[in-house]
Each structure stands twice: as structure tokens, then as C-alpha cells.
């Protein structure tokens, strides 16, 4: 099969892009809600449930699958919880992930996903999007959230999370290539002009370089905001956040926050866009057509990939 270079020919074509990518998410979190209403009871205030990822930053395509987090407040009966957690996974079984977290506000840490240390991840409660039940405990986990940052257990958090976009940077400095559980990995290849995605071996283009790199610098930047500024009033900022990733960077640009001034945010928010585009790509190729390849224009990517190590050389956001 031939392999297709994907080139982006005018910053128009990605703006139509990421306009269209939010508009289709935007509808389908709407068609989400309605098709679960029966499985999700607005009088309940116990519980909530959500997408997060992908679905909640709004850059999903429509081959990548979905993500649910359910938020409880401890006062939801195992038997609810079962039926949820059945409909949730049994709703699109061949787009839903297997695992459906629930996080127990009080009880669970909410930086981890399923509490594990390694799996150190405050994005998936940064990214929550709202679908049923109980609207109030996004907010709720969100502040739950920067009490952890904030408290005893928030160096080690944040020392996890160092090492984790460290990962990411390497990824993307060495050119896409990545060693894994002693297995050599390459994501992309500069001068090959190749990008590689199979999910199941854990390969997956551009994703865990630059897209991955991007989104890691914010969460710390908000983590380190946070623990030196534990007054409660500063919690309007984790729950202002915009969605997707490059309003974001936008966002915090405009509150005055990050190092870099408007002309750099904005590229570097164009980049995001960017590589977003040719991960969400590669997905539909390998979904649609079962091809593990596309290329891609080796001066746009290096040129990109130039603007994100300028930019990230220094903190992202002010201390």
C-alpha cells in the first residue's frame, strides 16, 4: 500500500481542522449525554460521570476511544456504581476502554489514575468533561486535586511527573525514538519522514514527543504555581482552564503567567495543533485502512519540532 505524505499547506488548513475537530467533539460529548440519560440520574447528587483525555480537551478524532471517569462523593452504593460502570463499558464496547476509573473525592488520590504512583496522570481531572449526574464534583475534584499539590504528598507527585515529561522531551529530542521496557520503540523518523502508530504495541506517532511534552509542561507549571500560592482564592484558575490544549496555553498567556510572551505562546499553541494533526492521522489510517505509516514533511516537522525546544527550554509558566 502506498504510503501518503501528509503536508500542511497554510496555517488556514489547520485552523479549519482544529475547528472542525472541537466542533465534532462538542457534538458528540452532547449525543453522549443524551444516550445515557438513562443510565445517568440528574436528581442523584452522589456521583458523576465523565470523559476525559482526548474527549474532554476536545481533540478526539473519531477512531480514538473513549474515556469515562466516574467522581463519587462516597455515598453511592456499590450496586449503582456496578450498573454505571456496566452501561459505561457496554455503551460502545468496541470504542470504550475496558477500564472505567472512579475516583472517591476524600478517599482517592486524584493526580493517579486507579491510585498508582507510576501512573501519575492530574490530567485526566484537569480535562474532565461533563456528561451526567452531579455537575458540582468536577469542580470538587479539580480542588481535591490542588490540596494534593499543595500538601504533604505534592513533591513526590511532582517529582513523578518531572520524570515522566522528561520521558516525553527525550522522545521528542531524540528524534521519536524511545526504549521501553527494554524494547526499542521509534514513534517517528525525522529523516525517514515517517510517522508510526500501532496502538497495541504502544507505538503511537507523535503523541508521546511533542504532544505529550506540551501538555506535561503545563500540568507542572500549575502544579509549582500551586505550591507556592496555597491561598484558596487562587482555585478560580485550575477551574477557568479551557478545554483543548491550545486555548489553554492561550489562557494562561493572557493571565500573565507564562515566561514566554504572546508571539511564542502562539506558536507554540500552533505547533500543538500541529502535531495534534498528524497524531489523529496516523490513528485514522490505522484504524481505517490498517496502515502503520504516514509521512510527513520533514522541513515542517523539524521547523516545529525547533519552535517546541526553544520555547520549553524554559519554564512555561512564571514561578
Given at each position: 500500500m502506498e504510503i501518503v505524505t501528509h503536508v500542511l499547506h497554510n496555517e488556514e488548513q489547520l485552523r479549519s481542522y482544529i475547528g472542525s475537530l472541537k466542533m465534532y467533539n462538542k457534538t458528540l460529548q452532547e449525543d453522549l449525554a443524551r444516550s445515557l440519560q438513562a443510565l445517568l440520574s440528574s436528581d442523584n447528587p452522589h456521583y458523576a460521570v465523565f470523559t476525559t483525555?482526548?474527549?474532554?480537551?476536545?481533540?478526539?478524532?473519531?477512531?480514538?476511544?473513549?474515556?469515562?471517569?466516574?467522581?463519587?462523593?462516597?455515598?453511592?452504593?456499590?450496586?449503582?456504581?456496578?450498573?454505571?460502570?456496566y452501561g459505561l463499558k457496554h455503551f460502545r464496547p468496541t470504542l470504550t476502554d475496558e477500564e472505567i476509573e472512579v475516583k472517591v473525592?476524600?478517599?482517592?488520590?486524584?493526580?493517579?489514575?486507579?491510585?498508582i504512583p507510576d501512573r501519575t496522570f492530574p490530567m485526566r481531572i484537569t480535562d474532565l468533561a461533563y456528561l451526567g449526574?452531579?455537575?458540582?464534583?468536577?469542580?470538587?475534584?479539580?480542588?481535591?486535586?490542588?490540596?494534593?499539590?499543595?500538601?504533604?504528598?505534592?513533591?513526590?507527585?511532582?517529582?513523578?511527573?518531572?520524570?515522566?515529561?522528561?520521558e516525553y522531551k527525550r522522545i521528542t529530542e531524540s528524534g521519536g525514538e524511545q526504549v521501553y521496557q527494554g524494547r526499542n520503540l521509534r514513534h517517528f523518523d525525522l529523516e525517514a519522514g515517517m510517522a508510526y502508530y500501532e496502538r497495541d504495541s504502544g507505538i503511537l506517532s507523535f503523541k508521546l514527543g511533542p504532544l505529550r511534552w506540551i501538555q506535561s509542561e503545563?500540568?507542572?507549571?500549575?502544579?509549582?504555581?500551586?505550591?507556592?500560592?496555597?491561598?484558596?482564592?487562587?482555585?478560580?484558575?485550575?477551574?477557568?482552564?479551557?478545554?483543548?490544549?491550545?486555548?489553554?496555553?492561550?489562557?494562561?498567556?493572557?493571565?500573565k503567567l507564562t515566561v514566554a510572551d504572546y508571539s511564542g505562546i502562539r506558536e507554540l499553541s500552533d505547533c500543538y495543533n500541529f502535531f495534534l494533526w498528524l497524531y489523529n492521522t496516523s490513528q485514522e489510517v490505522s484504524y481505517n485502512h490498517g496502515q502503520t505509516v504516514i509521512g510527513f514533511d520533514q522541513k515542517q516537522?523539524?521547523?516545529?519540532?525547533?519552535?517546541?525546544?526553544?520555547?520549553?527550554?524554559?519554564?512555561?509558566l512564571k514561578i
Open positions: 483525555g482526548s474527549d474532554g480537551r476536545q481533540e478526539k478524532c473519531p477512531v480514538s476511544r473513549l474515556e469515562f471517569v466516574v467522581i463519587t462523593d462516597g455515598q453511592f452504593s456499590p450496586d449503582q456504581l456496578d450498573f454505571v460502570q473525592i476524600g478517599t482517592d488520590v486524584m493526580s493517579q489514575f486507579q491510585n449526574g452531579n455537575r458540582l464534583l468536577k469542580d470538587a475534584a479539580k480542588i481535591a486535586m490542588v490540596r494534593e499539590w499543595q500538601g504533604s504528598s505534592g513533591r513526590s507527585i511532582l517529582e513523578r511527573l518531572r520524570r515522566r515529561k522528561g503545563i500540568t507542572q507549571g500549575l502544579m509549582v504555581y500551586y505550591r507556592s500560592r496555597p491561598k484558596p482564592e487562587e482555585d478560580r484558575l485550575i477551574l477557568s482552564l479551557p478545554k483543548a490544549i491550545s486555548e489553554r496555553l492561550l489562557f494562561l498567556e493572557d493571565s516537522v523539524k521547523e516545529r519540532l525547533g519552535i517546541v525546544r526553544k520555547i520549553l527550554s524554559n519554564p512555561l
